[in-house]
């Protein structure tokens, strides 16, 4: 796992190379307390596209991980796994960087809960997260301000 001094993280790649791309599972920290990771984009089986400001799961078809730098936001075809929210609208087959530490603004709305809650994808929908439920829930972020759909991420990586 690479720590990068810099990068754009609001850009994508549809191949990588070495020494002139981020490479899958290189992880950003930013001096503010933001941490990102760089992973492939799939569809999933629902062929879900990436949208900025969306959660992506860890993909897992058939209910096999796919391995930790492979995401989905087809909540269907994931291990029901946060993997972090999507800086930019990655293409399929592509890669690109998700937030996974931190504050920030998600594009849907919440599922459900209130401020303060504890969020995870399970009983989500695609692209959201929902309240934490079970303890048996993997916690992947919290609700800081529902309404306005802002979350302090803790995405495991």
Known sequence: MAILAGGNITENY????????PQVGDVYFTPLGKVYKFVQYVGGAGVVAAVAGNV??????SGVSAGAETVTSD????AGLGAGVLQIA??????GWVQIKGTATITPALTAGADGNALTAVGA??????????????????????SAKIIKCDFPF
Request: aromatic share 10%; net charge negative; no cysteine.
């Open 75 to 78: 909540l269907s075809d994931s």
């Open 90 to 95: 990655i293409p399929i087959n592509s890669y």
């Open 125 to 146: 929908t695609d692209g959201t997260l929902d309240v934490s439920a079970l303890v048996t829930d993997a916690i992947v972020a919290y609700a800081i301000d529902a």
């Open 14 to 21: 549809t191949t990588l190379e070495a020494g002139n791309t």
């Open 56 to 61: 992506a799961y860890y993909f897992a078809p």
